[in-house]
């Protein structure tokens, strides 16, 4: 089969292209045929040596995407042949809180991942996916989607009148504002560009603020909402924009971490503000099965689509990457099979 490894992790350049044999499912496991990927900012990260320990140069990135089952091991039942299938990317969080064993398996890290066109997966892990869902609104949430709703369903349990701040354009702040806006909630939105902010508007962002042209984007964030801030920040930017998330945030706000982009600022700024405010920070990874599903049932109920940019062939995995790192984009980035 034809598959995409890491290599030397020394840049987007060292993916390399190559060909093995095709794995065979196990027991407990399923053999899936990838469909569609979708790209995720650790993928470059991985690549480019900078997402924690380095990995096996062998190793099969993309921790996203949608596949149909070929074949299934022995003692397989949750799923069948010619299913079309999803799984989170954390395959052993199938319900319950979060764990820290859960990276222990974790696919397109620690575990061959979807670049390839056969990966193996384990059952239990897998979700069929709804008719009404096309491969384009599935294959790219298994890290942005889900993280989304688990922050905001699960862990802020959003609802109707409160305001939710998304830093950026991204998957996860795109995915959160169709989710807050599913919920009843007013989102507010930031880039540095006009346009992108322009797509956030036709996708029912309330509040727009260009952080490029507005430095002090938070006092905006505050202006706009009558003095009052967030009641959620998706925290997507990392330690250079918490202080103004917080300065963003209302009283009895709630600040979402999300991802490990790296930054120079200090951990926790403006201190007094935490307290003044009564503000919660709490950092959260991804999300387990369960929440997965509740994820597909509202898209189906909500008719909920994800926004794609562009989408490459296979064979032009690299272009992609390289695509997605120069962060011009507004939407999922992809690649077909």
Not at 79 to 97: I, M, S, T, Y
Not at 122 to 140: E, N, Y
Request: hydrophobic share 45%.
């Amino acid at each position: 089969m034809k598959a995409f490894n890491i290599g030397a992790q020394n840049g987007i350049s060292g993916l390399v292209a190559t060909t093995r044999p095709a794995p065979i499912a196990g027991p407990g496991e399923a053999l899936v045929a990838p469909r569609l990927v979708g790209l995720i900012s650790r993928d470059v990260q991985l690549l480019r040596g900078t997402y924690g320990a380095r990995q096996p140069e062998a190793r099969i990135p993309m921790s996203e995407g949608v596949g149909e089952v070929v074949a299934i091991g022995r003692g397989v039942t949750e799923v069948a042949v010619g299913d079309r299938v999803v799984c989170g990317h954390f395959v052993n969080w199938l319900e319950g809180p979060f764990r820290s064993d859960v990276f222990a398996h974790d696919i397109g890290i620690t575990h061959d991942g979807w670049l390839a066109e056969r990966v193996v997966l384990p059952a239990a892990a897998l979700i069929r996916v709804p008719d009404a869902l096309a491969d384009a609104d599935v294959a790219g949430l298994a890290s942005a989607g889900l993280t989304a709703w688990n922050a905001l369903v699960e862990i802020c349990r959003v609802e109707a009148g409160d305001t939710v701040l998304c830093l950026g354009t991204g998957s996860v702040s795109l995915a959160a504002l169709k989710i807050a806006k599913a919920h009843g909630a007013r989102v507010a939105i930031t880039s540095s560009q006009d346009a992108k902010l322009e797509t956030a508007r036709t996708l029912g962002a309330d509040i727009t603020v260009n952080y490029r042209t507005s430095p002090d984007w938070a006092a905006e964030v505050i202006a706009q909402t009558d003095g009052k801030g967030a009641d959620i920040v998706i925290e997507t930017g990392g330690v250079d924009t918490l202080g103004h998330s917080i300065a963003a945030a209302a009283t009895n706000a709630r600040i979402i971490i999300i991802g490990v982009s790296p930054g120079e600022g200090t951990a926790i700024p403006d201190y007094l503000s935490l307290i003044t405010k009564n503000v919660t920070i709490r950092g959260i990874a991804n999300g387990s099965r369960a929440m997965f599903v509740e994820l597909l049932d509202a898209m189906v109920t909500n008719r909920m689509t994800t926004v794609v940019d562009r989408t490459f062939a296979f064979d032009d995995a690299p272009d992609a990457i390289r695509y997605f790192a120069a962060a011009n984009h507004i939407g999922k980035v992809m690649i077909a099979f």
